[in-house]
């Protein structure tokens, strides 16, 4: 008999198929596809990451409250508004309540007609909406599938997470040892990531996946930096839509983080990784399969886990 892992790998292979309609992309996809501009300077992608990533209350402020906001100018925000193609900032704002408000429709009573509950409930409430936004990102799964086959066929495969964000990463490559013959995780920057890193790229590895949640760290970005410059192509999971760590990466996945409480949740990003992972089991079911069977043979052999 299969175990559920086995199971579940042999059940929910992803598809490339489109059934019905295309939901409508969530609001934080449809403003990086509009900011997704390359000539825009460090003080507008502020204003592109801030607009991002608190689209429902940045779409009623006036040009003054926004370029408080940011710390930026308000002729800033005004030239921010042309670079992405509008009039000034009225138009761009107007544009920015026809994405939140769109949204709000589809989903009956919006926030201030909703009972809340405690600061608890509304962390979990922010972590749904991140879930809905990721859930309407994952409609189009072509790029998943891509990258899934891309992290499946490098050998090894380098999952690279530093300070708060190593959590995700030992996840991930936990889960990624199961079917993958080498993984090798890098929690540790300077110049042990350095080692790390290098050595990947001369036993024949072709990507990194790399991890960077909030607060994001320096050593991140150079460690990203060290992957492309030794030849690694980097796919990142993070909550940044903008910036050097996603101008560096070859592929980015942005979802939200819970940030109602002192720390961070991750919700959508586990989910991604478990997409993710989903996509490196579908890329070679055959080597899925074998590993798994022969990883339940050790365990059963070894007793590693309790009899539920």
Known sequence: MPSPQQARAQASAITSAKAGQEPEPSPTAQLR????????????????????????EAAFLSITDLADRVGVSQPSVTRFASAVGFSGYPALREKLQSITLGTRSGAGAGPAEEFR?????AAVDAEIENLENLR????????VIEVGRALSAST???VLGLRISVSLAEYFAYAARRIHPD????????????????????????????????????????????????????????DLALGPLVDEADVTFATGTGSRLVFDSYAAPGVMCAALLQAMTDADPERTQARLEGYEQVADEHHFFLRD
């Open 136 to 143: 309407r990102d994952l409609a189009d799964t072509d790029r």
């Open 183 to 238: 993984v090798r995780l890098v929690t540790l920057g300077g110049s042990v990531a350095y080692d790390a890193l290098l050595q990947s790229r001369e036993a024949g590895g072709t990507w990194v996946l790399a991890f960077s949640m909030p607060r994001h760290a320096q050593e991140t970005l150079t460690a990203v930096r060290v992957a492309r410059s030794a030849g690694l192509k980097v796919a990142l999971i993070t």
């Open 33 to 56: 596809a509009l900011f997704d501009r390359p000539r825009l300077s460090p003080g507008q992608r502020r204003i592109a990451q801030y607009l991002i990533e608190h689209i429902t």
């Open 156 to 158: 090894p495969l380098t």
């Open 117 to 121: 509950g405690n600061e608890l409930q």
